[in-house]
């Protein structure tokens, strides 16, 4: 399987900074590295995703970058706004018996942004 | 589109009971997924069913049992309810993956269930 580690679990901002979220795994083997948002209450959904032959993709004020020789990757966001708020999820697919790629999440990291 | 749909929503069971919660999609994925969420635990995988037919053991399967009833079913029964296994359930589906990596999944809305 994967292990995925995600630091910090809390993250504290105002309103305008930027907010960066790490994560780091364990399967070199893996090579596809969504990130999901959770509001309270709802659904994760997906925000952006990076494969393993990109180093860095953008979305308007958010960003992932990967370092598959480090096995770490990021999500980094600008310019927070308070709708920024969310429960933040890594994950990593890991190839499992039978050719399937399984999604192996990090704990997650709630991300809070002050006015 | 109705996307993922999982039912119940809100569960309340006594220890020991017994239960079923459905799950179903409309967007013609191979692959299905139950989760669990826990406060500080992130969502654990529970089963997994890679096709229709075919279903495996992920992080969390003790105390669990699943059926591929179809291509678009997928549902989770707690045979013998106990209070470990008061979480929010989430069911989700992707496209197989074919080019050598994964792809996105999607969620259901959610199940909190309560085991008392």
């Known amino acids: 399987g994967e292990n995925v580690e995600q630091h910090p679990s809390t993250l504290s901002v105002q309103e305008g900074d930027s907010a960066v979220i790490k994560c780091t795994y364990s399967?070199?083997?893996?090579?596809?590295f969504p990130w999901y948002k959770q509001e309270l209450g709802k659904r994760p959904q997906l925000i952006i995703d990076?494969?393993?032959?990109?180093g860095e993709k953008k979305d308007q004020r958010i960003a992932v970058t990967l370092n598959k020789t480090a096995k770490h990757f990021s999500l980094h966001i600008t310019e927070t706004q308070p709708e920024d708020s969310a429960v933040y999820f890594c994950?990593?697919?890991?190839?499992?018996?039978?050719?399937?790629?399984?999604?192996?999440f990090g704990r997650g990291t709630s991300l809070i942004v002050h006015p | 589109n109705a996307g993922v749909t999982q039912t119940p929503k809100f569960q309340v069971l006594k220890t020991g009971q017994s239960m079923t919660l459905q799950c179903a999609q409309d967007?013609?994925?191979?692959?299905m997924y139950w989760y669990r969420q826990d406060p500080g635990m992130g969502l654990r995988l529970i089963y997994y069913?890679?096709?229709?037919?075919?279903?495996d053991k992920g992080e969390v399967p003790n105390g669990y049992n699943v059926s591929r009833l179809n291509k678009r079913e997928f549902s989770l029964r707690l045979e013998s309810a106990a209070p470990s296994q008061t979480s929010v359930y989430f069911c989700?589906?992707?496209?197989?993956?074919?080019?050598?990596?994964?792809?996105?999944?999607?969620f259901g809305e959610g199940s909190w269930l309560t085991v008392v």
């Open positions: 989700a589906s992707s496209v197989r993956d074919s080019v050598g990596s994964g792809n996105t999944i999607y």
């Open positions: 399967d070199s083997a893996s090579n596809y």
């Open positions: 990076i494969r393993s032959n990109v």
């Open positions: 994950a990593a697919s890991w190839h499992a018996s039978g050719g399937s790629y399984i999604p192996t």
């Open positions: 967007m013609n994925h191979n692959s």
């Open positions: 069913s890679a096709s229709e037919g075919t279903t």
